[in-house]
């Protein structure tokens, strides 16, 4: 059964930090791409960050570049979100996503709430 499971979101206040963690199982985790979205309502999902089956592929949508940091640990089967300098503009439903490259084969993990207020 193939699992995403996304942890560490919450209330932080604009500047701060936060770390987003998603635990994969039930499929080769080191053989998929591995993304972070971002959605709020009314909104289409926003592809924010990407990251290759090894760390030398690495995207982000320029809302991101400078302030976010994707990484994996094929190991742990765990992919990372870390994010710094949040803004209100960041506060979305974060979800996570594993991708096949060829094959198509795609997962969603059930999203984790990010809210930056003061």
């Known amino acids: 059964q193939v699992q995403l499971v996304e942890s560490g979101g919450g209330l932080v206040q604009p500047g701060g930090s936060l770390e987003l963690s998603c635990a994969a199982s039930g499929f080769t985790f080191s053989t998929y791409f591995m993304r972070w979205y971002r959605q709020v309502p009314g909104k289409e999902r926003e592809l924010v960050a990407t990251?290759?089956?090894?760390?030398?592929?690495?995207n982000y949508a320029d809302s991101a570049k400078g302030r976010f940091t994707i990484s994996r640990d094929n190991a742990k089967s765990t992919v990372s979100l870390r994010m710094n300098n949040l803004k209100p503009d960041d506060t979305a439903v974060y979800y996570c996503?594993?991708?096949?490259?060829?094959?198509?084969?795609?997962?969603w993990g059930q999203g984790t709430q990010v809210t930056v207020s003061s």
């Open positions: 990251i290759g089956t090894t760390d030398g592929v690495i």
């Open positions: 996503h594993a991708f096949r490259p060829l094959l198509g084969y795609k997962y």
